[in-house]
T-cell receptor, first 115, second 113 residues
């Protein structure tokens, strides 16, 4: 298995533009998580899905952020409009089952820079 | 309010010595704890975990200790190697309430040759 695949690896965009981050989870995993890493807040959970259904989006910072999972093999995180404070590394992770005993498998992340 | 805290942002250790990374939590409902390791430009990878029914779990050079009364866990790496230089995150979960992990802010470990 190729692991969790995120694209793009790096994204530089101007303030006000729409940004879409993509994630392909590991085949067979039924949970998908979006995390954001910043110096100030570490790794914070934005939203997670179970069987393609959003379960908890309380970590989404504001209405500018939205996430979808149209099928079991694809998810997107969209920021519209983007702001400089959104600059961070965004990670997608997937896991199987409702127990954390073996943790999540993370993708390599998307480094977003909003100028 | 951070439920999982790693109060040391960085730690420097000599090769061959012990590295001790610490983590504190506030939510008494947490019953499963994990450590992740992250290299630059990569995602975090699972390292070791411990259930709240134990106070120690060992895997090769890595040992995690849990002190439930103090709501504190630590990761010991013995002996430390330069390849261990990375950012280490601790994470906690209420395992019977689903598999959502709450992460600490991370500690950057630097192992000097």
């Amino acid at each position: 298995d190729a692991g969790v695949i995120q694209s793009p690896r790096h994204e530089v965009t101007e303030m006000g533009q729409e940004v879409t981050l993509r994630c392909k989870p590991i085949s067979g995993h039924d949970y998908l998580f979006w995390y954001r890493q910043t110096m100030m807040r570490g790794l914070e959970l934005l939203i997670y899905f179970n069987n393609n259904v959003p379960i908890d989006d309380s970590g989404m910072p504001e209405d500018r952020f939205s996430a979808k999972m149209p099928n079991a093999s694809f998810s997107t995180l969209k920021i519209q409009p983007s702001e400089p404070r959104d600059s961070a590394v965004y990670f997608c992770a997937s896991s199987f089952g409702d127990r954390v005993y073996y943790g999540y498998t993370f993708g390599s992340g998307t480094r977003l820079t909003v100028v | 309010d951070q439920q999982v805290k790693q109060n040391s942002p960085s730690l420097s250790v000599q090769e061959g010595r012990i590295s001790i990374l610490n983590c504190d939590y506030t939510n008494s409902m947490f019953d499963y704890f994990l450590w992740y390791k992250k290299y630059p430009a990569e995602g975090p990878t699972f390292l070791i975990s411990i259930s709240s029914i134990k106070d120690k779990n060992e895997d090769g050079r890595f040992t995690v200790f849990l002190n439930k009364s103090a709501k504190h866990l630590s990761l010991h790496i013995v002996p430390s190697q330069p390849g261990d230089s990375a950012v280490y995150f601790c994470a906690a979960s209420v395992s019977y309430a689903g598999n959502m992990l709450t992460f600490g802010g991370g500690t950057r470990l630097m192992v000097k040759p």
